[in-house]
Every structure is written in structure tokens, then in C-alpha cells.
């Protein structure tokens, strides 16, 4: 399996309930940063958790980190129809001593679809 | 706010020619990223660069070659457009110096290859 993986591949729910994503990744990380792509546009950033952190909250997005696992989810509550997109998490490989340029590691992402 | 735009959304081109996308960033950020996305494949690093005129190769570098003359540009070159090209092309920059920063998109180029 590739490093960042999103689970699950698509996700359909009713606006106002939660949507929650997960990820995976398999070696250790410096960060772990969540984007969304709404249809044919580029990436925007949402969150992004350091390694020594365990959650994170940005209005109606929490994430979190569980480095024992290597896994990290994102939950978005009260979702609405604007919400629909793919949101893909990236993991970020550098660590102390060391430089990845700022590298990411893209999973193959989860398409949300949030009905009205 | 950080921009960065790139030169086309769509772009359609022939077998065998020469194409350049170009990006362009207002932040004065060291790194600048090309990715391709493919479904099912999502994004694939292709060529990034920290410095101008550095540039390293990323997962998928074979066809494509790169150009960074100045900071805030960083240009994509398939030397001999193929179908197998067509993709989605997406640029991105960071800050080099702060690794607990995200990257930065453009809106994308949606390249056709006939």
C-alpha cells in the first residue's frame, strides 16, 4: 500500500451529519497535512498536525493524529452541500537533521458527497 | 494571500510537440512543486525546486523536464508531448526554511494530448 492512504475511497452522506476520513501512512513523518479539491480546481490547504500533536481543531474540522498507529482522521461536523469534494491528506517524510525540500506524500484521496 | 497561477487551465496539443505550462508565485517561496493527477493515481510528484536553477527529480520524472530561471517562476516541459501525457498538471510552492508549512496550489492545467 502507498504511503497516505485515505479510507474510505467515497463517502456519500445528508447534510448536517458528519463526514469522518481516515489515513494511513507507513513510515515516521514530520507532519501530516489535510487538503480539499472541490471538481477540476487546485488543492487548498485545511489543517495541518505536527507529529507531536494529537488533535486539531479549525471551525468545523477536527483532526486527528495517532503516531503509534501511523494514522490520522478528519472529521467534519454539520456537514453542508458546499463541503462536497475530495480531501486528500499528505504526509510530510522530513525529520530532525534531515531535509525533504518540503516533499509531500499525497494519498489517492476520499470523494465526498454531501446531499442536501 | 498566497497566489500561485498558472499560465492555462485547458491546453490542447499534438503528439510530438514541444509543450511548456508555466507557474508563477507571488510569495516569495524557495520551493516550487509540478504534480501530475490521474484518477485513481491521485497526485505524483514529477520535478520540484528549491533554488533557482536547482532542480530535483521526483517520482515520476521521465518525459518532462523543468526550467526555473527566476524565484517566482518554474516552468513544466514535455520535450516531445506523448498521449500518455494527458493529465491534470498541478503547480505548487512552499517555504523552504519552515517544513511545518503546507503548499500552496494553483487552479491546475487540464492538458489534451491528441
Known amino acids: 500500500s502507498q504511503q497516505g492512504e485515505e479510507d474510505p475511497q467515497a463517502l456519500s452522506i445528508q447534510e448536517g451529519e458528519n463526514a469522518t476520513m481516515n489515513c494511513s501512512y507507513k513510515t515516521s513523518i514530520n507532519n501530516l497535512q489535510w487538503y480539499r479539491q472541490n471538481s477540476g480546481r487546485g488543492l487548498v490547504h485545511l489543517i495541518l498536525?505536527?507529529?507531536?500533536?494529537r488533535e486539531k481543531h479549525s471551525g468545523r474540522l477536527r483532526v486527528t493524529l495517532d503516531t503509534s498507529k501511523k494514522s490520522s482522521s478528519l472529521l467534519i461536523t454539520a456537514s453542508r452541500a458546499a463541503d462536497t469534494a475530495s480531501y486528500f491528506c499528505a504526509t510530510d517524510l522530513s525529520n530532525a537533521g534531515g531535509t525533504s525540500y518540503g516533499k509531500l506524500t499525497f494519498g489517492q484521496g476520499t470523494i465526498l458527497t454531501v446531499h442536501p | 494571500d498566497v497566489k500561485v497561477t498558472q499560465s492555462s487551465r485547458y491546453l490542447v496539443k499534438r503528439t510530438g510537440e514541444k509543450v511548456f505550462l508555466e507557474c508563477v508565485q507571488d510569495?516569495?517561496?524557495?520551493?516550487m512543486f509540478w504534480y501530475r493527477q490521474d484518477p485513481g493515481l491521485g497526485l505524483r510528484l514529477i520535478y520540484f525546486?528549491?533554488?533557482?536553477?536547482?532542480?530535483e527529480k521526483g517520482d515520476i520524472p521521465e518525459g518532462y523536464s523543468v526550467s526555473r530561471e527566476k524565484k517566482e517562476r518554474f516552468s513544466l516541459i514535455l520535450e516531445s508531448a506523448s498521449t500518455n501525457q494527458t493529465s491534470m498538471y498541478l503547480c505548487?510552492?512552499?517555504?523552504?526554511?519552515?517544513?511545518?508549512?503546507?503548499?500552496?496550489f494553483g487552479d491546475g492545467t487540464r492538458l489534451s494530448i491528441l
Open positions: 525546486s528549491y533554488d533557482v536553477k536547482m532542480k
Open positions: 510569495m516569495d517561496h524557495e520551493n
Open positions: 505548487a510552492s512552499s517555504f523552504l526554511w519552515d517544513s511545518n508549512q503546507p503548499q500552496h
Open positions: 498536525i505536527r507529529s507531536n500533536e
